[in-house]
């Protein structure tokens, strides 16, 4: 099993619909979750910071539940600019020698006019 | 201010050669992390570096070997390479705070090894 899953997708959807993602981790260790974007041939750029009361920046909410152990981004009011990889991210073990960064996969949107 | 900056950004090897990445971090920041990424995949961790030490590792075999230099900036460097090497190295860069640090990635470096 792998510490970090998501589905891949594609999820393509029509612009302004809203969306949402789960990432599911398995290592009880996991200390601090984020999700990242990655645009086609580019390099990821954060999106957000997952944080246990939950957050919100925008049309944006990330959301955690540890007892669960998933992690989800829901997208509000699509647009098309929003089309992306979205990958999942779980830090492990910051503190210990073992820590480790694990990216799931992704995530594949793509919004449709 | 710039951003993470890596270097080359295209490069091609053949088997069994040796190779050397190097990145330069965001400024402010002190604290550098390689990654793999091959086609369709995430990004797999390799390694993080802080204060010239590898603080970090994931699972890559010790042909994947690096440095962090007083200045912060980092290299990579890969021995005898496979076919399976062929992929997109990230370097990101934090400043060390913690499990929340955030990393900025830089454009990466594309590795075709024939």
């Known amino acids: 099993r792998k510490e970090v899953e998501q589905d891949p997708g594609p999820f393509n959807v029509p612009e302004g619909a809203t969306v949402a993602f789960n990432c599911t981790y398995s290592?009880?260790?996991?200390?601090?979750f984020f999700w990242y974007r990655q645009d086609c041939r580019k390099e990821p750029k954060l999106l957000m910071s997952?944080?246990?009361s939950g957050n919100e920046d925008g049309r944006f909410t990330a959301q955690l539940n540890r007892a669960s152990q998933y992690i989800s981004l829901l997208i509000r009011d699509s647009k098309l600019s929003d089309s992306a990889t979205y990958l999942c991210?779980?830090?492990?073990?910051?503190?210990?020698?073992?820590?480790?960064?694990?990216f799931g996969s992704g995530t594949r949107l793509s919004i449709r006019p | 201010d710039a951003g993470v900056t890596q270097s080359p950004t295209h490069l091609i090897k053949t088997r069994g050669q040796q190779v050397t990445l190097r990145c330069s971090p965001k400024?402010?920041?002190?604290?550098v992390s390689w990654y793999q990424q091959a086609l369709g995949q995430g990004p797999q961790f390799i390694f993080q570096?802080?204060?010239?030490?590898?603080?970090q590792r994931g699972n890559f075999p010790d042909r994947f070997s690096g440095h962090q230099f007083p200045n912060y900036s980092s290299e990579l460097n890969v021995n005898a390479l496979l076919l399976g090497d062929s992929a997109l190295y990230l370097c990101?860069?934090?400043?060390?705070?913690?499990?929340?640090?955030?990393?900025?990635f830089g454009p990466g470096t594309r590795l075709l090894v024939l």
């Open positions: 990101a860069s934090s400043r060390r705070q913690g499990p929340q640090e955030t990393q900025y």
């Open positions: 290592n009880s260790a996991s200390q601090s």
């Open positions: 997952v944080y246990s």
């Open positions: 991210v779980v830090n492990i073990g910051w503190y210990s020698s073992a820590s480790k960064i694990i």
């Open positions: 400024s402010g920041h002190d604290t």
């Open positions: 570096y802080y204060e010239e030490e590898e603080r």
